[in-house]
């Protein structure tokens, strides 16, 4: 079966994905070329429902590597649900920023709290995502029509229901 959602039917859906996930996969481009990922916490920004944030510490290897190369992929997974976001990365330091985004857990990270001279935001600002979800009702669907594609030995369709995976240009 096909399904096909407009784009901002999909934004929706993606923007509701992401926004139960609370840590994403940063990658970057490494100094010797190679890919480096990394967890972090996803800083969910209630005024930007476009951008992806993270807090960070200016010195730390991350920053460098988006200084050289600012174009990064933002992955997230659960046993149901996996998204990949494609973007552009920036650093700020901006202080209102940070104090309206600040949580008390990053006081692990910065013992100095909200006024750390080392904390700073990572931005980026998404060109693509795509996602796929298999959750829910959608996701009931989902698996009926791979264990309908097992037993008649055909190739499953759901790849083509938007509600399922898609890719969104942002």
Same mark, same amino acid.
């Given at each position: 079966?096909?399904?096909?959602?407009?784009?901002?039917?999909?934004?929706?859906?993606?923007?509701?994905?992401?926004?139960?996930?609370?840590?994403?996969?940063?990658?970057?481009?490494?100094?010797?070329?190679?890919?480096?990922?990394?967890?972090?916490?996803?800083? #969910?920004?209630?005024?930007?429902?476009?951008?992806?944030?993270?807090?960070?510490?200016?010195?730390? $290897?991350?920053?460098?590597?988006?200084?050289?190369? $600012?174009?990064?992929?933002?992955?997230?997974?659960?046993?149901?649900?996996?998204?990949?976001?494609?973007?552009?990365?920036? #650093?700020?330091?901006?202080?209102?920023?940070?104090?309206?985004?600040?949580?008390?857990?990053?006081?692990?990270?910065? $013992?100095?709290?909200?006024?750390? $001279?080392?904390l700073c935001i990572l931005i980026v600002e998404p060109n693509e995502a795509a996602y796929w979800d298999a959750s829910g009702l959608e996701g009931v669907t989902y698996l009926f029509e791979m264990a309908k594609a097992y037993v008649t030995g055909t190739k499953a369709?759901?790849? #083509?229901?938007?509600? #399922?995976?898609?890719?969104?240009?942002?």
């Open positions: 079966m096909t399904t096909t959602l407009t784009d901002s039917e999909k934004r929706e859906r993606l923007k509701k994905i992401i926004g139960d996930f609370d840590t994403a996969m940063l990658v970057t481009r490494a100094e010797d070329g190679g890919l480096r990922s990394r967890p972090l916490s996803i800083v #969910h920004n209630e005024d930007d429902q476009e951008g992806l944030y993270f807090s960070t510490a200016i010195d730390s $290897p991350k920053v460098r590597e988006l200084e050289a190369d $600012p174009c990064v992929n933002v992955c997230m997974q659960d046993k149901r649900r996996f998204v990949s976001v494609t973007g552009v990365a920036r #650093h700020v330091k901006d202080r209102a920023l940070i104090d309206k985004l600040w949580s008390e857990a990053w006081k692990i990270w910065f $013992p100095k709290g909200k006024d750390d $001279p080392s369709n759901s790849d #083509h229901d938007e509600r #399922h995976s898609a890719r969104v240009k942002l």
